[in-house]
């Protein structure tokens, strides 16, 4: 779409910054929320005005993703609405596959607009196979350490495989 993608020349990132509200991106906070780099967590609380524990328990989950080499990764993401899951919970592939509105996506607009995840920030509905690469991008930034805390506020391990050493 001309004009979906506005470079974000300041962060010199690979995947630019979008402004777009067009139908297909409000559908995806229909769908399936994007997820946050570990460093945006403290800024979402701040903004919010609450701690990341109460952030999290109050409006975030755990979402995994699966890799092309069979591994599945972790990384936080707002709560989906949807069944009467909880915040503060891991989603499994399974539930993540079927549609559930954005915790702060309200009456046609993000709440947190001005914080929002990395991966809805950069949102490339009209291209399948970057977003495939964007969250792949997203996923490495998930190390155990960025983990540790979320693992801990859910009560069970968040595995991060380890990386291979060539040889």
């Not at 974000?8 to 995947?15: D, I, T």
């Not at 970057?130 to 792949?136: Q, T």
């Given at each position: 779409?001309p004009?979906?993608a506005?470079k974000?020349?300041?962060?010199?990132?690979?995947?630019p910054?979008?402004?777009?509200?067009?139908?297909?991106?409000?559908?995806?906070?229909?769908?399936?929320?994007?997820?946050f780099?570990?460093?945006?967590?403290?800024?979402?609380a701040r903004?919010?005005?609450?701690s990341?524990?109460?952030?999290f328990?109050?409006h975030?989950a755990v979402g995994?993703?699966?890799?092309?080499?069979g591994?599945r990764?972790?990384?936080v993401?707002p709560h989906?609405l949807?069944?009467g899951?909880k915040?503060?919970s891991?989603?499994?592939?399974?539930?993540?596959?079927?549609p559930?509105?954005c915790?702060?996506?309200?009456?046609?607009?993000c709440?947190i607009?001005?914080?929002?995840?990395y991966e809805?920030?950069r949102?490339?509905?009209d291209?399948?196979e970057?977003?495939?690469?964007?969250?792949?991008a997203i996923?490495?930034r998930?190390?155990a350490?960025a983990?540790a805390?979320?693992?801990?506020?859910?009560?069970r391990?968040?595995?991060v495989p380890?990386r291979r050493s060539p040889?």
């Open positions: 779409m004009g979906h506005r974000n020349r300041a962060s010199g990132r690979a995947f910054v979008t402004s777009c509200d067009c139908e297909l991106c409000r559908a995806a906070c229909l769908n399936s929320p994007g997820w780099t570990p460093d945006q967590i403290a800024p979402l903004h919010l005005g609450l990341i524990g109460e952030t328990k109050k975030l995994v993703t699966a890799m092309s080499d591994t990764r972790y990384g993401m989906k949807r069944d899951k915040p503060g891991v989603w499994t592939l399974d539930e993540l596959a079927r559930g509105r915790v702060f996506y309200d009456r046609g607009k709440t607009h001005p914080v929002r995840p809805c920030a949102m490339m509905h291209r399948p970057a977003a495939v690469r964007l969250r792949h996923v490495p998930w190390t350490a983990l805390p979320f693992a801990e506020m859910v009560g391990r968040l595995p380890r040889g």
